[in-house]
Nanobody
Framework: QVQLVESGGGLVQPGGSLRLSCAAS????????IGWFRQAPGKGREGVSY????????AYANSVKGRFTISRDNAENTVVLQMNSLRAEDTAAYYC????????????????WGQGTQVTVSS
């Protein structure tokens, strides 16, 4: 049974940092593309970042470029999203997903989703 579990969310002040993890069981993460998405109340699901399984290439939404970094720990079968210089507009539930998407920052094409972890940026 495939399971993705996100962790690391919480409350942080503007300008602070959080490190989100996506741990997988039942699949090998480096054989899948892994995307991070977020969804704020009343808004659609937004692609944040992506790491490709085959070569580790990455992609970022313009809104997070230069502030967020995605990486993969094959030994731990985990993908990490390091989030720095957080802003109030980064507040959302964050989800990781595994699949072979054609357009990585769109939610189509992902086979598996985690349950999400809440990130709140507020003073």
């Amino acid at each position: 049974q495939v399971q993705l579990v996100e962790s690391g969310g919480g409350l942080v002040q503007p300008g602070g940092s959080l490190r989100l993890s996506c741990a997988a069981s039942g699949l090998i993460l480096d054989t899948y593309g892994i995307g991070w998405f977020r969804q704020a109340p009343g808004k659609g699901r937004e692609g944040v970042s992506y790491i490709k399984g085959s070569d580790g290439s990455t992609a970022y939404a313009n809104s997070v470029k230069g502030r967020f970094t995605i990486s993969r720990d094959n030994a731990e079968n985990t993908v990490v999203l390091q989030m720095n210089s957080l802003r109030a507009e980064d507040t959302a539930a964050y989800y990781c997903a595994a699949g072979h998407p054609t357009v990585p920052l769109l939610p189509n094409g992902y086979d598996y989703w985690g349950q999400g972890t809440q990130v709140t940026v507020s003073s």
